[in-house]
């Protein structure tokens, strides 16, 4: 309590202990208030307005200039007529007011109501410091757990770059292996043909024809294997490209197909191409459908059992500009197992062709999947064991640019 009467502070004080309140400093020069406030610390500041030297309001002014936490609560000491003094008191963070000469009864339970809440503020205080404690605590945790995902996806984002650049090694190791391979290899089917057709005369025992055919067949299943790699290991290591012009791709398949005559006929399967009388022009690369319809026409007849049927199908999409590929057979198919092998580079399903002499490489779908991606597309397989195959192939109108398979605009010849 601040006031300049010393009879007011030893009425109050003495009220006030009385009434059970056990720290109680009495101040009668103002201009001690922040000095004691600082020292004591108190809850409520029993404050008189009216005093020499230093009146309520500058005390006021002096201890928000300081800026004391937590700041007391003030209970204004004032005349029932200075109404305007109220108000300026107000505006300076009063809190309650009584009016002089004090009743014991008001006075007590004005102090009582800001001691109160005193006590709320301090309680509150304290609650919002632990809960600034917990946020603090989990923002730091949350922090180290973003760290550690941070530097867990740096070194993700450096193993991939690593595990990419191993594959395009491996890509292109395989690429000069097999093109290193091509050369001896013509040279063995070469040799092979001229010993079979004994072009320089008989070669005495029969058997060594019948060798020198083993040898050109198994040379020509090598080669076979080595182009594919060759061309699987380009698409992989982004050295193919596209050659992208307007194209009839219904006059590319059916080119395609008529290729793949002799081999049929040879099969005992019956080989159909259904392809529109209007053609059906899209920008794409001519090479690649004509591979993807090789690739899948040949696999086709080659597990297809003799009498069987492969269609060969193209037919616009109901909208959208794109193209349906379309090639059904009525061979031996695939489990849904032999499927997932089949997918993978050099798988072999179990129950091969059905026709003698017909090894595949197994790099036929891999590489029909691969080109189909360079060209945009999408492929889909549903087999049926004992039923068939049928794949479904869409080309978009014109192919979305690839990093790994750049696009190199050809005119149209």
């Keep these: 309590m601040i006031d300049d009467s010393r009879t007011n502070l030893h009425f109050i004080g003495d009220l006030l202990r009385q009434a059970g309140y056990g720290a109680v400093e009495t101040l009668a020069d103002p201009r001690e208030a922040l000095r004691a406030c600082k020292e004591f610390r108190p809850d409520v500041l029993i404050l008189d307005y009216v005093m020499p030297h230093l009146d309520g309001l500058g005390v006021m002014e002096a201890l928000e200039a300081a800026d004391l936490a937590p700041r007391p609560a003030v209970l204004m000491l004032t005349g ?5 003094l109220r108000v300026a008191a107000l505006e300076r963070g009063a809190n309650d007011f ?25 309680q509150l205080l304290e609650q919002n410091q632990r ?4 946020v603090a605590e989990r923002t730091a945790r949350l922090q180290e757990a973003i760290d550690v995902l941070r530097q867990a996806e740096t070194r993700l984002e450096t193993q991939l770059a690593r595990s990419e650049q191993r594959n395009r090694d491996k890509s292109e190791f395989l690429a000069n292996a097999a093109h290193e391979l091509r050369t001896p290899l013509n040279a063995v089917i070469g040799f092979a ?14 058997r060594y024809v019948e060798y020198a055919g083993d040898i050109h067949q198994a040379g020509t299943h090598l080669l076979d294997l080595v182009e594919g790699t060759l061309d699987l290991a380009k698409a992989e290591s982004g050295k193919g490209r596209l050659e992208i012009r307007s194209v009839d ?17 040879g099969s005992g399967v ?15 690369d001519p090479e690649k459908v004509r591979q993807i319809v090789l690739n899948l026409a040949s696999n086709a007849v080659k597990f297809t059992p003799k009498g069987g049927r492969v269609t060969v199908e193209v037919k616009p999409e109901t909208d959208g500009g794109a193209l349906i590929l379309v090639v059904r057979d009525t061979g031996v198919g695939m489990a849904p197992q032999d499927l997932a092998t089949a997918m993978k580079p050099f798988g072999q399903v179990r129950g091969a062709s059905p026709h003698a002499g017909h090894k595949g490489t197994g790099l036929g779908l891999p590489l029909t999947r691969r080109f189909v991606e360079m060209l945009g597309g999408s492929m ?4 049926t064991p004992g039923a068939g195959t049928t794949v479904t192939i869409r080309l978009p109108p014109d192919p979305v640019a690839n990093a790994d398979a750049p696009a190199v605009e050809a005119a149209v010849g």
């Excluded at 809960?131 to 917990?134: D, H, K, S």
């Excluded at 043909?193 to 029969?206: I, K, M, S, Y």
């Excluded at 080989?271 to 209007?278: C, E, Q, R």
């Design 193 to 206: 043909e001229l010993l079979r057709a004994q072009v320089h005369g008989p070669v005495g025992d029969p």
């Design 380 to 383: 889909e397989i549903s087999s």
């Design 80 to 84: 029932k007529s200075e109404r305007d």
């Design 249 to 265: 791709v219904g006059r590319v398949v059916s080119d395609s197909v008529r290729l793949l005559r002799t081999l049929a006929e």
């Design 98 to 122: 009584v009016s002089k000469p004090c009743d014991r009864h008001e006075l007590l339970a004005r102090v009582a109501n800001l001691a109160q809440m005193q006590y709320l503020r301090r």
């Design 131 to 134: 809960l600034e404690a917990v």
């Design 270 to 284: 019956i080989l159909n191409v259904d392809v529109p009388a209007t053609p059906l022009t899209i920008r794409t």
